[in-house]
């Protein structure tokens, strides 16, 4: 192990560690603890220049209805789910079944396919933005839900299928040739033995995809116009620009818009942190 | 008969066929919404076009207009600095995963709370910047003032704004890079470590030698995604002072986006080709990590 166990070292070396920890973790967290504050803080705090010592009174349940009702946020927060969950859905199912075939069967461009979808998950989002909203726009979805759900769909399903055929790749081999000796045929294979060990790779996927898509900025933005679509990151930037100076609302909102992905990571956090370091230890 | 030929076609070829089935939805999605906008991007920047007239061929004008102007050299001149400043997150999330790398009591949750910046869209992580940044009342000014006296607004001021939105960016990248790290120690032999423990090697010259060398797939990663998430850099730019003050916080990516996408955006060709341009630098990037990932695939 490394660096040396602290159990290990000097006494005074092992106090000075587990104090320095909490502290390194204030330092590092002190943004948001002090917008965390500013959420509960009475609106008066803020007009009186009180923005860092105690508030003066606990004002948290008056902000944060303040702003569910002041705002759409709530219609924000549902539009994110409606375009988060069918994403999901749809790019973890189609990349099980490309992350199947670039990984069990040979042939020619097997590798060419496969970096095709690697590529693509690299490009810069504005080298498709003007191409897909105006197919979007074409296709009578522009500023719908069902719009932002079939890009997101296609273009994540680039990083699933990554994801999934490293991962089928690391399974027993063994076992789908013994199945084809048996005369089993390769759809029963693909869904009676390999997507059955799929289960951690689908739980995996399915978080880093949900944390993706909730907080995609971008697309929310050019692709869905009226209140109704919008997801809540974008509607976030416009209540930044309503509110202003009322920092208090504003930083409720901010914390009420990172909650479900915060809540999916603490959840399923061994999923999430087995999905994002795919990859970081071998190779 | 002819059913019982079908039956046998199949049969015979369904190892052939299968890859191309189960390939197919996916595949055609990715090129629809994908590869295939890539090139009509392409052929849009040799045009002149509002978005909804007809369009006009002008060759590589939008190129050449883009050497003449003073935006697209601040917006390259930005990312660069980007590319480079983030960087900083690779050393910075491996000393914090040194940090971490203990088993003392509550270790698990302090992995988790130090990784919560990566988990927060980069919307919140903008607004709370900005707040942490505000002249007046933001954490950081009356920190600086504390210090030295004088009075600094971060994201006002030109010589600042773009390291501060840079800074912003770094927080939760750091927390990435820790937690490949962190997975990267997870797995490092302890019997070379013990090894070099026993020739008396330690600190420094036990992290460069042993240790690093041991985490180059972690390092790999990180430095994939640190370099693809500089240049796509848009999200926080946006939040944070939408390219100002005076446009000097602009990157390639929130450009095209004014040029294009925005309210008053309808310059397409433009707009494309300055994407074009971002595309072509990543491109640079991309086949990198392509011609190692095809290496890693050959061998092994």
Known sequence: ?283 | MSHRTQASFWKKNQRAMAPWLFLAPGMIMFLIYVIYPICQSVWISFYEWDGLGPKTWIGGQNYVDLLDDDSFYTSLKNNIIWLVLYLLAIPAGLAVALLLNQTVTGIRLYKSLFFFPFVISQVVVGLIFTWFYAPDFGLLPNIIKGLTGSEVAVLADERYATLGIIAAGLWPQTAYCMILYLTGLNNISSEQVEAARMDNASGWSMLWNIIIPQLRPATFIALVVTVIGALRSFDLVSIMTAGGPYGSTRVLSYFMYEQSLSEYGTAMGYGAAIAVVLFAIMLVFISLFIVRMLSQERNS
């Not at chain 1, 390999?194 to 995996?204: E, K, W, Y």
């Not at chain 1, 679509?229 to 209540?239: C, D, F, I, K």
């Open chain 1, 1 to 283: 192990m490394f660096p040396k166990p602290i159990g290990q070292v000097r006494p005074w070396l092992r106090t000075a560690y587990k104090c320095a920890l909490p502290i390194a973790l204030i330092v590092w967290l002190l943004p948001l603890i002090g917008i965390a504050v500013t959420s509960i803080r009475p609106a008066a705090d803020l007009a009186v220049g009180n923005y860092f010592g105690m508030p003066s009174g606990f004002a948290g349940v008056e902000n944060y209805t303040a702003v569910f009702k002041n705002s759409s946020i709530g219609y924000y927060m549902l539009n994110s789910f409606k375009v988060t969950i069918p994403t999901v859905i749809g790019a973890v199912g189609l990349s099980c079944m490309t992350g199947f075939a670039l990984a069990v069967y040979k042939f020619k461009s097997n590798l060419l396919v496969f970096f095709m979808f690697v590529a693509g998950n690299f490009v810069p989002f504005q080298i498709l933005a003007i191409p897909v909203r105006d197919l979007t726009l074409q296709l009578g979805m522009y500023n719908t839900t069902m719009g932002l759900v079939m890009f997101h769909v296609a273009f994540q399903t680039g990083f699933c299928t990554l994801f999934m055929r490293n991962f089928i790749k690391g399974l027993p081999f063994a076992l789908i040739e013994s199945a084809r000796v048996d005369g089993v045929s390769e759809f029963r294979i693909f869904w009676h033995i390999v997507m059955p060990l799929m289960r951690p790779a689908i739980a995996a996927l399915s978080v880093l995809i949900f944390t993706f898509i909730w907080n995609d900025y971008f697309w929310a933005t050019i692709m869905a116009q009226s209140a109704d679509v919008r997801p809540v990151t974008a509607g976030m930037n416009e209540l930044k620009g309503q509110w202003k100076v009322a920092w208090e609302l504003i930083t409720a909102a901010s914390i009420i818009a990172a909650l479900p992905p915060v809540a999916m990571f603490f959840l399923m956090q061994k999923h999430f942190i087995a999905g994002l370091t795919l990859g970081a230890t071998k190779g």
